[in-house]
């Protein structure tokens, strides 16, 4: 993670009156997972039918468990740890600090599960560093129960470093995050995985990356289907990724930190980038991403790129009993923005597609309150901090660029529901810039929101180099046509007909991301001031670039 954030090998540019890191990619020839890189210096080995016994780990003699091969491994690193099929419990609580990275992998991708019996944390880094773990199926367990904890997590890094989460299926959470990403951690990446199904009450995501520094989630998938877990439906799910500085509240609230010793602690220099996000089932008043998330006076997220990611509005709807479980907001496919911000500094979204249905309510009911969805959502949040009212500042440095924005065709309530940067007000935003990104909307006009919002802090009139057109994106987002990527336990495949992870986000993207022709007016559209030079696939882009995560 140096190397990516480092002084020598990170650009940095101006934007308006401040500066936004912009993270390298220009790495050639070896694969960008590390595990697929990895040479050891030796191979230790972990089996059902091993024994925790200090001469043991060899092929022969392999150990039992994943913690006991974490602590005996030499600290000088280097090693690796291969993990044989079959059902583990907890990889329990390491705090093992490696010199030099080991890299603990599953034999056989996803045939080696990881899964807590008393339904708590399937693995706890508590101070770890130079971890690289790769190919498990890492899921909650529904035989949790008991009052709300930490340990409800599936999967927790905590105050760690140089930590690495890539190539796993990690699913199912039944009380709060999957993954919890937190206190402190630096130089942390979370690459290639899937996610799916969180806890579906409010405050609970895929991703809770909290007071972390120099982070990367790329090359993910996220999604919600809680009947392939076999749980039942729930519209009330948060967001997928969460980006925020929670931990540093507690720290101010219990005097630990002045306020002013902590104005800036918070998240920064986060990269997320070449993700598939789809199959929104949640609440209106949540965003597939959120930056920010407390009423603190300070940025909570400083120096974030947002880059190369697809996301999909592919319709989902609840019956009209489950939505008015929830109340009148809570209506299926009703989504606070495909991202939002609350007192953040800093921010580029640059060379993504959002495409789909992003509408206000759901097939057959139409409960009246005249909301749509947001592509992107500007805010802030108040509160009160120590006894005193507290709120973020206005949210500064923001550049929206080179995006597509696409409803490709009408829902089946007959509409096209795109709001552009909408739900901000101008004194909510310092220093925004929004400018040459692709607007279609299946040939209706585009929604710059309604009266009370005409005077947002950012619209897709407010960009004078804007691209109105059919991008030429796929059509049949409708109901049921969108297969998951679900983890099948029987097949031992990713539903669609996948093999590994990466192969089904190639899929999503060549079918849902990529425009049918050159003719897409997003074809070398591209400002390439401001452009990544690989797209979501990680080719490179050349010299007249496509707008949007695809270089087509």
């Known amino acids: 993670m140096k190397k990516l954030f480092g002084i020598a090998i990170t650009i940095v540019i101006a ?9 390298s990619d220009d790495s050639e020839g070896s694969s960008r997972f590390k595990s697929e890189n990895f040479k050891a210096a030796a191979v230790y080995y972990v089996a059902l039918d091993g024994s925790d016994v200090p001469d043991g780990g060899s092929g022969d003699k392999p150990w039992k468990t994943v913690r006991y091969a974490l602590e005996h ?13 079959g059902s583990y419990p907890s990889m329990g609580y390491i705090t093992t600090r490696f010199e030099k990275p080991v890299l603990l992998r599953a034999e056989i991708p996803y045939r080696t599960t990881v899964q807590d019996p008393a339904g708590h944390r399937a693995g706890y880094l508590y101070e770890a560093k130079n971890i690289i773990i790769a190919g498990f199926n890492i ?3 529904p035989n949790w129960s008991g009052a709300w904890s930490q340990n409800a997590y599936v999967f927790q890094i905590d105050k760690c470093r140089n930590i690495v989460l890539e190539n796993n299926i990690m699913h199912d959470s039944y009380n709060n995050d999957i993954l919890k990403l937190n206190n402190y951690s630096y130089d942390c990446e979370i690459r290639g995985n899937i996610f799916y199904n969180q806890q579906p009450e409010p405050g609970h995501q895929h991703i809770d990356a909290n007071q972390v520094y120099d982070c990367v989630i790329e090359d993910n998938i996220f999604f919600n289907d809680y009947p392939v877990s076999g749980r039942p439906r729930s519209i009330n799910a948060s967001g997928f990724v969460v980006v925020k500085s929670s931990v540093l509240r507690m720290q101010i609230e219990s005097r630990e930190i002045p306020l002013e010793d902590a104005l800036d602690r918070g998240s920064r220099n986060i990269l997320i980038a070449r993700n598939v996000f789809l199959n929104w089932f949640g609440r209106v008043d949540q965003p597939m991403i959120l930056l920010g998330e407390d009423a603190l006076p300070l940025y909570e997220v400083n120096n974030c790129v947002v880059e190369n990611n697809l996301f999909i509005h592919n319709e989902v709807y609840a019956t009209k009993e489950e939505s008015l479980q929830y109340g009148k907001d809570h209506t299926a496919n009703r989504i606070g923005g495909t991202w939002a911000i609350k007192g953040v500094n800093n921010v580029i979204f640059r060379a993504n597609t959002i495409t789909g249905f992003i509408q206000h309510g759901w097939h057959g009911y139409n409960n009246g309150d005249g909301h749509f969805g947001y592509a992107l959502r500007i805010a802030i949040e108040s509160g009160n901090l120590n006894g005193s009212p507290a709120g973020n500042p206005p949210n500064r440095n923001i550049t929206v660029s080179n995006n597509i924005f696409s409803v490709p065709v009408k829902s089946v309530r007959g509409e096209g529901q795109l709001g552009i940067i909408a ?6 935003l310092i220093n925004g810039k929004i400018d040459n990104n692709v607007y279609y909307n ?5 929604r710059e929101g309604t009266e ?17 057109g059919d991008p030429l994106l796929e059509t049949d987002l409708s109901y049921g046509r969108v297969t998951t990527p679900a983890w099948n336990s029987v097949t031992n495949t990713i539903d669609g007909g996948y093999g590994t992870i990466e192969q089904a986000r190639i899929g999503l993207v060549n079918k849902f991301g990529t425009p049918r022709s050159s003719e ?9 001031a401001n452009m990544p030079k690989r797209d979501i696939l990680y080719n490179l882009r050349g010299i007249r670039q496509d707008a949007g995560a695809v270089e087509f």
């Open 15 to 23: 934007v308006m009156s401040g500066c936004i890191f912009i993270p």
């Open 520 to 528: 897409s007016p997003a074809h070398d559209a591209a400002d390439g």
């Open 423 to 428: 739900g901000g007000r101008k004194e909510w």
């Open 139 to 141: 899921q909650g367990n």
């Open 442 to 446: 299946c040939d209706m006009p585009l």
């Open 73 to 85: 491994t030499p600290v000088s690193g280097g090693h690796e740890i291969i993990v044989r099929p």
């Open 452 to 468: 009370a919002t005409a005077a947002d802090a950012l619209t897709f009139s407010m960009d004078v180099h804007q691209i109105v």
